[in-house]
């Protein structure tokens, strides 16, 4: 097959859908594709929520399929996270690849449109294939984090990062019912902590982190707390698994597709919810609690079985 042109498109927000659009260009071009990437900035990220270009794109869709031309541009658009109803035009060929928890009405009204949706986890394609999609599982990458020199400690590592999703407020209420546990690390990347009282065990770094002090100390604990209420992929869980750390995580869809018993951690939801397309699983405190004093009690050997199983699986 001769080589495609393919415009992956989407916003580069410094985290999770910046790295999607270097892995996606990096497999891409692996294959033997030219790519080009479209970033999204934040006029552009409005333009989508016009109901005039709605309009417009949907007439101009509906002209092209009366009197058939060729498409200049790209051979394949990929457009992560939201429908970019205003490069639908730029190829011949329009794949979504979308995290259903940010897929709103307006990329709804537009859905349509795409040729196909790429689904990065299983729970991804089964709610878009209910949407009556045609639907591909095509899995998904991240980066591998492992770090063999540095020595593990039997501490606890949560990346909450700059999301609002990761479950931290509750993780800490918990962790302040007991300070006879181990410390918890928590990175942050939001201007301030929650606010708690001082915690002894519980470790704060709020603020920027060069990437070589992040993988150091994703790779000095044993365990990782991962508690998303949901995922589009789930790449801080990915990147745990990648450490050979021990990964606690909620028992429920996708994140369940990530870890499975034998290489970490699950932990039973209580209460759920929704954001947009996806369910939402809130942990319940008391299995947390259950699961933490598991992991406390663990040998050496079970962490290091547990921990080499979710290596060998990320690396699989």
Same mark, same amino acid.
Do not use: G, M, Y
């Given at each position: 097959m001769s080589p495609l042109q393919v415009n992956i498109i989407g916003k580069s927000n410094g985290v999770g859908l910046a790295r999607d659009i270097a892995l996606l260009a990096a497999a891409l071009q692996e294959c033997g594709h030219n790519v080009a990437v479209t970033t999204i900035d934040a006029a552009q990220a409005r333009r989508r929520r016009s109901i005039l270009l709605q309009l417009r794109v949907r007439v101009g869709a509906s002209r092209r399929k009366a009197q058939p031309r060729p498409v200049p541009g790209a051979d394949l658009n990929i457009m992560l996270e939201h429908v970019w109803l205003q490069y639908l035009d730029t190829a011949r060929v329009?794949?979504?690849?979308?995290?259903?928890?940010?897929?709103?009405?307006?990329?709804?009204?537009? &859905?349509? &449109?795409?040729?196909?949706v790429w689904a990065k986890t299983d729970y991804t394609r089964q709610v878009f294939g209910g949407l009556g999609c045609t639907t591909t599982y095509i899995g998904f990458d991240s980066d591998d984090r492992y770090a063999g020199e540095v020595r593990k400690e039997r501490t606890y590592f949560h990346l909450a990062g700059k999301s609002n999703m990761k479950g931290t407020d509750r993780l800490l209420r918990v962790w302040s019912r007991h300070p006879e546990w181990p410390r918890l690390i928590v990175v942050l990347h939001r201007k301030q902590p929650p606010k708690l009282p001082a915690l002894p065990n519980v470790e704060w770094h709020v603020g920027y982190l060069s990437d070589s002090a992040l993988r150091t100390m994703q790779n000095q604990s044993t365990f990782h707390v991962c508690l998303s209420l949901t995922e589009g992929w789930g790449h801080y869980i990915v990147e745990a698994l990648s450490t050979a750390a021990v990964t606690v995580t909620v028992d429920a869809a996708p994140m369940n597709e990530l870890v499975r018993p034998e290489h970490g951690v699950l932990v039973a939801y209580g209460a759920t919810g929704t954001q947009r397309l996806s369910k939402t699983y809130h942990f319940d405190e008391w299995r947390l609690e259950d699961a933490i004093e598991q992991t406390i009690v663990m040998s050496d050997a079970e962490c290091l079985r547990i921990g080499s199983n979710a290596r060998a699986w990320f690396l699989g």
């Open positions: 329009n794949i979504a690849v979308p995290n259903p928890e940010w897929f709103d009405h307006h990329d709804r009204r537009v &859905l349509s &449109l795409v040729d196909q």
